[in-house]
């Protein structure tokens, strides 16, 4: 049982490149996330999609899109990265969206955009 | 958003409890209190969470004060790879979004 995993690990983009982070669950979870943390800072919400078909608006959209391919699979993508996207992204996952629920992550892809 | 506030960093000794303490004045009667901790370099890691009664599991215990206005996560013998950055986190009326603030970084010496 692989739990949330992302690919790829790490990633080096030019300026105006554009990538699509892949995140796939195996615990047939409904609710899946993307997330970014800028070193030293807590992780802020990108996108979210609160069940297969639906998806959201966290609080730092802008300059990504995302979409829920299937149940297991959340892709987040970079049309035209800015080094403003060097980050790190974490994938992560939650049965039903529900503030009692568990929410678990992957271990996150390394972004730089030189 | 209801917010959290935990102190930046706290120490402690190996084999020793902990307690990280959390204060949420905001908090609401549906605001669900989560913990997470994340060790250098992965991703976040549940640890517990709880609405009003005192909640245990395996990882730690949460003490909830009766007013629901703070909490504090209880790391009963503390290991060195308890040494994380631990979040306070509020889930509320967004479903299961969480909103992260800067957390406790947790040292501990041996």
């Known amino acids: 049982n692989a739990g949330v995993t992302q690919t790829p690990k790490f990633q080096v983009l030019k300026t105006g490149q554009s990538m699509t982070l892949q995140c796939a669950q195996d615990m047939n979870h409904n609710s899946m996330y993307w997330y970014r943390q800028d070193p030293g800072m807590g992780l802020r919400l990108i996108y979210y999609s609160a069940s297969e078909g639906t998806t959201d608006k966290g609080e730092v959209p802008n300059g990504y899109n995302v979409s829920r391919l299937n149940k297991r699979e959340f892709s987040l993508r970079l049309e035209s990265a800015a080094p403003s996207q060097t980050s790190v992204y974490f994938c992560?996952?939650?049965?039903?969206?529900?503030?009692?629920?568990?929410?678990?992550f992957g271990e996150g892809s390394w972004l730089t955009v030189v | 958003d209801a917010k959290t506030t935990q102190p930046n960093s706290m120490e402690s000794n190996e084999e020793e409890p902990v307690h990280l303490p959390c204060n949420h004045s905001?908090?609401?009667?549906?605001?669900?209190i989560h913990w997470y901790r994340q060790l250098p370099s992965q991703g976040p890691e549940y640890v517990i969470h709880?609405?009003?009664s005192n909640v245990n599991n395996r990882m730690a215990s949460l003490a909830i004060a009766e007013d629901r206005k703070s909490s504090t996560l209880i790391l009963h013998r503390a290991t060195l790879r308890d040494a994380a950055v631990y979040y306070c986190i509020l889930v509320y009326n967004q479903g299961g979004k969480l909103i992260f603030g800067q957390g406790t970084e947790l040292s501990v010496k041996p």
């Open positions: 905001t908090i609401s009667g549906t605001d669900y």
């Open positions: 992560a996952s939650q049965g039903l969206f529900s503030s009692g629920n568990t929410i678990y």
């Open positions: 709880g609405l009003t």
